[in-house]
Nanobody
Framework: VQLQASGGGLVQAGGSLRLSCAAS????????MGWFRQVPGKEREFVAW????????DYADSVKGRFTISRDNARNTVYLWMNILKPEDSAVYYC????????????????WGQGTQVTVSS
């Protein structure tokens, strides 16, 4: 199984980025997909999850209204659209896959991507 995250970079506050995560080696449509983020010295933090068919999703309060998670099961890819970025959004962003039920907790996720750095300058 491989999850390949991409799309990170340096952006000014108020800007936008789209992260992508391409999955291979698994039945993508059978997995809930999530995005987490982590800064040095802190625990990995939940950002968003999307259901297997893309019909349901949830977000951390800190990103609600600014970020949108979506998936394309035909392309085995999950996306995170990030708008109105703030400096506190700076982190390494990870995509992850799970068949589990507690989707807010990183320990639930079985497969992880390698992470992509997002840096938001003020």
């Amino acid at each position: 199984v491989q999850l390949q995250a991409s799309g990170g970079g340096l952006v000014q506050a108020g800007g936008s980025l789209r992260l992508s995560c391409a999955a291979s080696g698994l039945t993508f449509s059978a997995y809930y997909m999530g995005w987490f983020r982590q800064v040095p010295g802190k625990e990995r933090e939940f950002v968003a999850w999307v259901s297997r068919n893309g019909g349901s999703s949830d977000y951390a309060d800190s990103v609600k209204g600014r970020f949108t998670i979506s998936r394309d099961n035909a392309r085995n890819t999950v996306y995170l659209w990030m708008n109105i970025l703030k400096p506190e959004d700076s982190a390494v962003y990870y995509c992850a896959a799970t068949t589990g039920s507690n989707l807010l907790v990183f320990q639930t996720y079985r497969y992880w991507g390698q992470g992509t750095q997002v840096t938001v300058s003020s």
